[in-house]
Nanobody
């Protein structure tokens, strides 16, 4: 199992910046990737950014955030960060950290408790 502790989030004006962090503990040796999803009211949860733990692995961004958001990782600290710039009102959502473990031939996903980001004047 993996436990995830998120931090960051809050209220920011359009055009502003904010950073989220997510620290994993527990069975971190089995980590395959970590990243962020978000869910806005009345909408389905969507992937925002995913980074593979393995060095040289792919990083994936949603089209809506590419060029504005940057995901990074600190493997030694089992922590992933999401730097969000040029925030827009449509970025308002609850942001969830996800950690995927690779356990032999299968994967297991673990989720953080979520942190609210509100982008508003």
């Amino acid at each position: 199992q993996v436990q995830l502790v998120e931090s960051g989030g809050g209220l920011v004006q359009p055009g502003g910046s904010l950073s989220l962090s997510c620290a994993a503990s527990g069975s971190t040796s089995s980590l395959f990737h970590m990243g962020w999803y978000r869910q806005a009211p009345g909408k389905a949860r969507e992937a925002v950014a995913i980074v593979t733990v393995i060095s040289g692995g792919p990083t994936i961004y949603a089209d809506s955030v590419r060029g504005r958001f940057t995901i990074s990782r600190d493997n030694a600290a089992n922590t992933v960060y999401l730097q969000m710039n040029n925030l827009k009102p449509e970025d308002t959502a609850v942001y969830y950290c996800v950690a995927r473990l690779r356990l032999g031939g299968r994967f297991e996903d673990y989720w953080g408790q979520g942190t609210q980001l509100t982008v508003s004047p």
